[in-house]
């Protein structure tokens, strides 16, 4: 059971817009950060978002990040095929055990 | 080229010990924070430990702590992970990771390729 909640899985087709949650609690999400990450199969992860809504260089402005209270977002659009992998977003939890916690992570495929 | 390289991992029983290495290149090591991040057979990420840029701050999941012990050594560039009593459910790849920050958090811009523990009898 992982601290943060997304989706198992999202879908769409080639072109369209797709949306990842992930839910939190004001120990985490609301007082932290947000990251999401892309794993590509048997690859390691990939940073795509940063501090909620920041890409690294090299991330296509297709991906968007936004935050709103205790939960936050990952936008794709324009989807490609080589979009299709797991998701994850990842954030810090300063409560009594402090450390850094994931979502279980979304699979997205690209119909 | 930021570079983390992982090693260590191997096959080892029930009650054993094992460290692993994560050697870095390309940036100045001691001013990032680093971690491990986990993930089990066919499972999500479980974030496992952190050390802040300085060494001087550690932090460890609950499900680690008291086994698992994180460190650095600025003058090899290399991150540790000493790993005692592993049970079965340690099994996992296991990344380091590289924070954009000196302090620690979840912004893990680079990551090493893994290397894999298995714990079984």
């Known amino acids: 059971q992982s601290v943060l909640t997304q989706p198992p899985s999202v879908s769409a087709a080639p072109g369209q817009k797709v949306t990842i949650s992930c839910s939190g609690s004001?120990?985490?999400?609301?007082?932290?950060?947000v990251s999401w990450y892309q794993q590509l199969p048997g690859t390691a992860p990939k940073l795509l978002i940063y501090?909620?809504?920041k890409r690294p260089s090299g991330i296509p402005d297709r991906f968007s990040g936004s935050k709103s209270g205790t939960s936050a977002t990952l936008d794709i659009t324009g989807l490609q095929t080589g979009d299709e992998a797991d998701y994850y977003c990842?954030?810090?939890?300063?409560?009594?055990?402090?450390?850094?916690?994931f979502g279980g992570g979304t699979k997205l495929t690209v119909l | 080229e930021v570079q983390l390289l992982d090693s260590g991992g191997g096959l080892v029983q029930p009650g054993g010990s094992l460290r692993l290495s994560c050697a870095a290149s390309?940036?100045?090591?001691?001013?990032?924070?680093m971690s491990w991040v986990r993930q089990a057979p066919g499972k999500g990420l479980e974030w496992v430990s952190a050390?802040?840029?300085?060494?001087?701050?550690?932090y460890y999941a609950d499900s680690v702590k008291g086994r698992f012990t994180i460190s650095r050594d600025k003058s090899k560039n290399t991150l540790y992970l000493q790993m005692n009593s592993l049970r079965v459910e340690d099994t996992a790849v296991y990344y380091c990771?590289?924070?954009?920050?000196?302090?620690?958090?979840?912004?893990?811009?680079?990551w090493g390729q893994g290397t894999l523990v298995t714990v079984s009898a």
């Open positions: 990771a590289k924070d954009r920050w000196g302090g620690v958090g979840v912004n893990f811009d680079y």
């Open positions: 390309g940036f100045t090591f001691s001013s990032y924070a």
């Open positions: 050390v802040s840029g300085s060494g001087g701050s550690t």
């Open positions: 004001s120990s985490n999400i609301g007082n932290n950060f």
């Open positions: 501090e909620n809504n």
């Open positions: 990842g954030t810090w939890d300063g409560s009594l055990s402090a450390g850094g916690v």
